[in-house]
């Protein structure tokens, strides 16, 4: 979807390392998130954002920072990259009516190596 | 806690067959309910949405009407198509007014011709 976009696509990186992904959005959404996606756990939450400088922990947050300084970007950091974090990264946006979810709206995924 | 449970997978269909793939959730509150399609190399996008008990949505030809005495949100289709191959995601959101959004493991649906 062209109003969310994420990078890299694709990155390698060696244990121990810091790793920043990023997700960039034109929408003007409220809401943002970052997901990871393995095999047989479907979606799981690691942070998500309610709004500049406000973010909350989700499922799977070991391991994991966040910030959002401005509406349209959410970086996700790796502090020290695992193996165990090898996966596809999802970022999502959404925008909320009344409080109740109107559906999110997904990147393209960001495919994570770490060796 | 909340969550959704969908049934396992992969399924795999001749073309034209009917589909179903159940799922069922728990939740407290009254959550909005979700399916999801997930192509490959691609993110998920959205493919049908209920907000509340008795809705039913609909795109495509899928269908999925929210059940809350049976807490249920089942997929169907009538007649399936190659295209159709994808995995398939349910999801609810909304409990509490909390807008984090709870997946399931999701179904691999192959479609042969």
Redesign the interface.
Not at chain 1, 103 to 109: C, I, K, P, V
Not at chain 2, 99 to 106: I, Q, S, V, Y
């Given at each position: 979807?062209a109003g969310i976009t994420q990078s890299p696509r694709h990155k390698v990186t060696e244990t121990g390392t810091p790793v920043t992904l990023r997700c960039h959005q034109t929408e003007n959404h409220r809401?943002m998130?970052w997901?990871r996606q393995d095999p047989?756990?479907?979606?799981?939450?690691i942070h998500?954002s309610?709004g500049v400088k406000d973010t909350d922990k989700?499922e799977v947050s070991d391991g994991y920072s966040v910030s959002r300084s401005k509406t349209e970007d959410f970086l996700l950091t790796l502090e020290s990259a695992t193996s165990s974090q090898t996966s596809v990264y999802?970022c999502?946006i959404?925008e909320?009516i009344r409080?109740?979810?109107y559906?999110?709206?997904?990147?393209?995924?960001t495919r994570l190596t770490v060796v | 806690g909340n969550s959704v449970t969908q049934m396992e997978g992969p399924v795999t269909l001749s073309e034209e067959a009917f589909l179903t793939i159940n799922c069922t959730y728990t939740a407290t509150g009254y959550p909005?309910l979700?399916w999801?399609v997930q192509y490959p190399g691609?993110?998920?996008?959205?493919l049908l949405?209920a907000?509340k008990a008795d809705d039913k949505g609909s795109n495509k030809g899928f269908e999925a009407t929210y059940r809350k005495e049976t807490t249920s949100f089942h997929l169907e289709k009538g007649s399936v198509q190659v295209s159709d191959s994808a995995v398939y995601?349910c999801a609810l959101?909304?409990v509490n007014?909390n807008?984090?959004?709870?997946?399931?493991?999701?179904t691999r649906l192959t479609v042969k011709p």
């Open positions: 979807d809401y998130y997901y047989g756990h479907g979606l799981r939450l998500y309610y989700g999802f999502a959404s909320s409080g109740r979810a559906g999110y709206t997904f990147g393209s995924g | 909005s979700f999801y691609e993110g998920l996008q959205l949405k907000t995601f959101s909304g007014n807008n984090d959004m709870r997946f399931g493991a999701g």
